[in-house]
């Protein structure tokens, strides 16, 4: 306590560092750097933190809706919902988690697809929703991804995705591990029609997800210093008993050792996409 | 307790000990207990059956990983008139976690390709426990692409508690080898028959498990993390493994239940490592009678058959 503090009558002190004086919501602390930031700013920035360039996570639908133009968009197999085809229970019953889940997030499941335009040129982008049970994949986000090839492949547009994954959902155990085989056998017939697919990895893309369709990009991006891998760090540090590498699974990380094509800012990603993008359909530059 | 018994099976080892100890003493004392000996094996042989019809989950996976479960190179002389082992992926190294080679069963040319695990310490170092690393992947992709150009079935084996969680596997890219053997193999234009004879730890097996026909070995297991993976996750205690066991519908009988594979290959009485050659004769019927009736399929055909399985694999609700 400051000499200050103590000449104050007790009933004017405040507790020092205490959160409450401020309105829930109105500001937020960056994870990186722990500067206090204008919940307002942060919004116009992307969730992006202007001082330490940290990249907060970004829900599905403000991802998607900050990436593509305002207009048109249409929202694809958003009706689909998990039906627990093992009635199965943890401590928690799968459906319970799953009713949180939506209550939580506002969404379905975890990922969602739209249909829209990336400056002018038509394309399909799928994102997933962290938040949504760690934005594990299922029966419904592979079904949703099946889709998004569909779509890509009837109208003859690119497909993009941002992946943002714990992985498989062990929830449906196997029905799981076969969205694997899923959605990378759909990627393969989108490739071979000559249709470009784009895969963002954002933090953190792991286990299933990052190996199928994470990694099966004819070009893979990956956000500033997102964790990105198969095993997950605490799983390896059990296995091989020693502390890991500075830097280990994280996008530049995953540069160095030729896993990806580059690391792209989020404030970058709509122009740099798009300009990849409009080469590979013989488009003038956007 | 005898160490060639799960605990479960403990009543048929006290059984199979009385009757070796009186085998012994009928050799000491030239006295005919011949009956005796005879009516303890039939009980021996009951309770057994007794035993093996009630197995829960937590059991099979651990008849699945029991230290005697027989491994790939196991069946390999027994099912395969020839076999020779290729190596390497061209890149890096030969991963000994995968074998693959060129084979023929009952004199049709095939690609033999699966997970090997070791049987005592040093040979289970060397095989690193059958976790491949992503080496092995791109080795047995090698493979599978050699195959399709020289118009051969590719035969899977998958036997691994999953793939290699190390600091190396990752810098080379493990992620990316699992998906490109997931996407190669869906569009991979000859018939691939995968069978799971051991362990299906997760992307680790799917890895050379995309195929035209899926078929598990009785008591072998097929599932997207171990129990003890899934109990210490989502029950905070690896401990509860027989209960996440159950929960996650592991077992072949489960499985093929739910449509999600095509074919159980009965094993023999006790289980697979209880005999050997029963075995081997059961799994190479399945894979000749699947041999030949993915053979008589036209390519495209059995190509488009091949993507719409995996493109109805999922349950939900909604249009």
Redesign the interface.
Known sequence: MSWFEKLMPSRIRTDGGSKRAVPEGLWDKCPGCNAILYRAEMERNLDVCPKCNHHNRLGARRRLESFLDPEPLEEI?S?????D??K????KKYKDRLSQAQKNSGEKDALVVMRGQLKGLEVVVAAFEFNFMAGSM???V??RF?RAVSVALERHIPLICFSASGG???Q???????????T??????LQ?RGLPFISVMTDPTM??V???????GDINLAEPNAL?????PR??EQ??RET??EG??RSE?LLE???IDMIIDRRDMRDRIADLLSIFMHKPRP | MDLNFLEFEQPIAELEAKIEELRLVGDDNEINIQDEITRLESKSRTLTESIFSGLKPWQISQLARHPQRPYLLDYVGRIFDEFHELHGDRTFADDHAIVGGLARIDGQPVMVIGQQKGRDTKDKLHRNFGMPRPEGYRKALRLMEMAERFQLPILTFIDTPG?????G????????A???N???M??LRTPIICTVIGEGG??GA??I??GDRVMMLEYST????SPEG?AS????SAEKAP??AE????TSDR?KA?N?IDEIIPEPLGSAHRDLETMSKNLKHSLLEGLENLRSMAIDKLLDTR?QR??Q???????
């Open positions: 197999a009706s689909l919902e998990s039906v085809p093992l199965f229970k943890d401590s299922g029966s419904v592979g079904e099946v498989a959902r062990m449906e155990s196997l029905f799981s591990l076969m969205q694997m085989a899923k990378s056998a759909a990627l393969d017939r071979k286990g299933g990052s190996a199928s369709l994470a990694m099966l990105v891998g198969f095993a997950g799983v390896i296995t091989v890991l590498p280990f699974q990380f050792h030729g896993a | 793939a290699y969680p190390g600091v596997a990752e810098e080379r890219g493990q992620s990316e699992i998906a490109r997931l996407k190669v869906s569009g997760s992307g799917l890895a498990g995309v097929y599932s997207v993390i899934c996750i989502l029950w905070k209960l996440a929960a996650m519908g592991i499985l739910l999600l993507y995996l493109m694999y999922g349950q939900f609700s909604g249009e």
